[in-house]
């Protein structure tokens, strides 16, 4: 519970002060040392129902299990154009800050990534090369609506069409 207590705090306290060319980035790092960062417009909420980390926001909802979570933490960016990704190994960054496009940044390393409807329909698979370290999903064309992206064997989340 204490636990809980100083990540609640710390996430309160990380979100005061923001600046406006400035994105607050949710930051987990994995007990395998895989980080995944959300790169968002707005700042997610964090709950804890069932031994989950639930993350939500207007445009994304991800979730993960407690045991699986060795960190959490908010960092703030600068998103202008293309932003230099840190060379660390396992790193995935999901940013959603434009409208009409997911540009998933990292070690994607030849993963299939897939976009499925919230009913399990497969929409479009996009492979990536084995060096690969970006990928660009359109979301133009696509209902209003939540939809899942899955990159296999590293992570998978919904992101809302609106």
Do not use: C
């Amino acid at each position: 519970m204490r636990k809980l207590w100083i990540v609640f705090f710390s996430l309160l306290l990380t979100t005061v002060g923001a600046r406006a060319d400035q994105v607050k980035t949710l930051v987990l790092t994995l007990i395998d040392g895989t980080k995944v960062e959300f790169a968002l417009p707005e700042t997610p909420t964090i709950s804890y129902p069932e031994n989950m980390i639930h993350v939500e926001s207007a445009s994304l909802t991800a979730e993960y299990p407690l045991y699986r979570v060795a960190d959490i933490h908010f960092e703030e960016s600068v998103i202008t154009g293309v932003k230099e990704v840190e060379e660390q190994v396992k790193t995935l960054r999901i940013e959603y800050t434009v409208p009409g496009e997911v540009v998933l940044r990292g070690h994607l390393d030849g993963r299939t990534v897939s976009l499925y409807t919230v009913g399990g329909a497969l929409l479009k698979t996009m492979p990536t090369k084995q060096y690969s370290e970006e990928l660009h999903i359109s979301t133009a064309g696509l209902q209003a609506g939540t939809y899942i992206v899955n990159i296999n064997g590293l992570s998978s989340f919904k992101i809302n069409v609106k």
